[in-house]
């Protein structure tokens, strides 16, 4: 197995290694290589593909890091014709959280989210989608 050197903030490593110790994992790199065979097929559902998409992301990051705001900012224009909504909501006292509502194809409502995810300072970022195609039979429960 090749080994691979990351750089990380000590907040981050620190919560891998609370996670490993506290789920049974033997470590970190298993910590990590479960997290990337995760993140590498979020976007692989053969099922998704070639089916128009209703996708919800929501960002979160810290008040004071305007350089993520104006950021999502350039994403949302650049974005236009994915991008259906979009919110800018205070949470607590220091920090920002963006939603944005998109409609289109699996890849580019991928792009758009590996895009936000390369932002430098998110907190987190966390997504759903759904077909638009099968949303009446879903929200009628197949009748």
Do not use: W
């Not at 900012?73 to 991008?83: C, I, K, N, S, T």
């Amino acid at each position: 197995m090749t080994v691979v050197s990351v750089s990380m903030p000590d907040e981050l490593l620190d919560r891998i290694d609370e996670f490993a110790d506290g789920h049974g994992y033997t470590g970190r790199s298993e910590v990590v290589r479960e997290a990337a065979r995760n993140l590498l097929g979020e976007f692989e559902d053969r099922r998704l593909e070639d089916r128009e998409l209703m996708g919800v992301v929501t960002v979160l990051f810290n008040y004071e890091t305007t350089s993520v705001e104006e950021r999502m900012m350039h994403l949302r224009h650049q974005h236009e014709e994915l991008v259906q909504s979009n919110v800018h909501n205070h949470v607590g006292d220091a920090y920002c959280m963006e939603l944005f509502i998109l409609e289109g194809s699996l890849e580019d409502i991928s792009t758009f989210v590996g895009k936000i995810r390369a932002t430098k300072d998110t907190l987190t970022v966390d997504y759903s989608v759904i077909p638009v195609d099968g949303l009446n039979e879903a929200l009628s429960g197949g009748n």
